[in-house]
C-alpha cells in the first residue's frame, strides 16, 4: 500500500459545535480515511459524514465521549474506515458545547 499510494496526511483542529470539515473535497473523487486519532476537550458526541451534516450520508453513528481527554484512534487497517461520496468532504460533526477536538488523520483520494 505505501510504497504505490502513499497516505496524506492533515492535521485535525478545530473547537466549533457542528460541521468540521476536516478533509476538503476534491472534485471528482472519493476521500478514503485509512487511519485517524483525536482527542476531545471535554464531552460531545462526534459523528463522521460525507459532506455537511444537513446534505450529508452519516458515515458512522454517534461516537459519545464522556469528558476532556477522551479520545478515538483508528489503527491503519487493510481496508478504510470511512469513504466518501464523489466530490464530497470528510466531516466530523459534534453536538454540544463547543470544544477542542484534536488529532492526526491520514487518507487517499480515489
Known sequence: MFGQNPL?????NTASTGDNIVIAAVTGRRILVWKM????????????YSDVQATGTALSGAYNL???GSSLFFPYDSSPY???AQG??????????????????YYTTV
Open 8 to 12: 496524506n496526511s492533515a492535521v485535525i
Open 37 to 48: 486519532n483525536f482527542t476531545v476537550g471535554g464531552a460531545t458526541t462526534i459523528t463522521a
Open 66 to 68: 464522556t469528558a476532556n
Open 82 to 84: 470511512f469513504i466518501t
Open 88 to 105: 464530497k468532504s470528510f466531516n466530523l460533526y459534534s453536538t454540544g458545547t463547543t470544544i477542542q477536538i484534536s488529532g492526526a488523520i
